[in-house]
């Protein structure tokens, strides 16, 4: 009985001493659920909102933002026009090439400039999507697109790679790395779009995110699922050859 009776007490002893230990650590953790919680909104309708790129004819779509060495704010990105086009940004006379306008802000209108073409020998290709980053020691900037025919069905969709030494990013070439089985073609899966590229300095590498066409457990046939691949290379001419 009396073993009993001091077995027990032990064991009050210890839920209690466990309660208020677990009263300690909840705190914090209690104090970091309760902060407050802000998001964006849009201060204005979008009728008046202000439009960096174009005046809403043709659609500018898909874009990326990268800083020249200048200073100035690029922004490059799916269909649109240029001085040097006419047409709704869809036509064959658009070039189906990447828009390219310039600014010295993100807070006001940018100038549309000429556009990037593919420059490789292809069928009529429409260039979609890209993402753009500058190396570590920003010597070169890196465009990576969508290099799309119109059709899941054709062979040539990849993922090509374009790269600019120029300062102010005005011209732009198809990357030549030996490393590559295909000029300028990084990788080639199905649908390989709306990339994000960036470095993450905590595990050393370069990170690439994008979309694709891939089967995902539980459903059936094709959806579109979401990919990254690694870069250790600080230059990025290892190219994101890894798939994750």
């Known amino acids: 009985m009396m073993r009993a009776r001091v077995f027990g007490a032990v064991v009050l002893v210890l839920t209690i001493s466990l309660l208020a230990i677990g009263c300690k650590t909840a ?20 009728s008046e909102a202000l439009r960096l790129v174009g005046d809403g004819k043709p659609m500018y779509s898909d874009f990326s933002l990268i800083k020249d060495k200048l200073g100035r704010w690029h922004c490059i990105g799916t269909f649109g026009e240029s001085p040097d086009t006419l047409g709704s940004g869809y036509e064959l006379s658009d070039g189906y ?21 593919y420059q ?10 890209p993402g753009v980053i500058w190396n570590r020691d920003r010597t070169t900037a890196f465009l990576f697109y969508f ?12 993922v090509r790679l374009l790269t600019s030494n120029a300062p102010d990013l005005a011209s732009w070439h198809p990357y030549d790395g ?43 046939g094709l959806n579109t699922i979401v990919r990254v691949r690694t870069s250790k290379d600080p230059q990025l001419s290892s190219c994101f050859q890894n798939p994750s």
């Open 27 to 46: 705190g914090p953790r209690a104090k970091a659920t309760g902060r407050e919680l802000r998001i964006p909104r849009v201060a204005r309708p979008w």
């Open 97 to 117: 090439a990447l828009f390219h306008a310039v600014g010295g802000s993100l807070n006001a209108p940018m100038t549309m400039t000429h556009k990037i073409p």
């Open 120 to 129: 490789v020998a292809s069928p009529q290709a429409y260039m979609w999507a």
């Open 147 to 158: 290099h799309y025919l119109g059709s899941s069905e054709f062979k040539e969709n990849c």
């Open 178 to 220: 030996a490393e590559l089985t295909e000029r300028n073609m990084v990788f080639r899966e199905q649908d390989d779009r709306d990339f994000c590229v960036f470095r993450d300095d905590r595990l050393g590498v370069y990170l690439m995110y994008y979309a694709c066409a891939g089967t995902y457990p539980g459903l059936p």
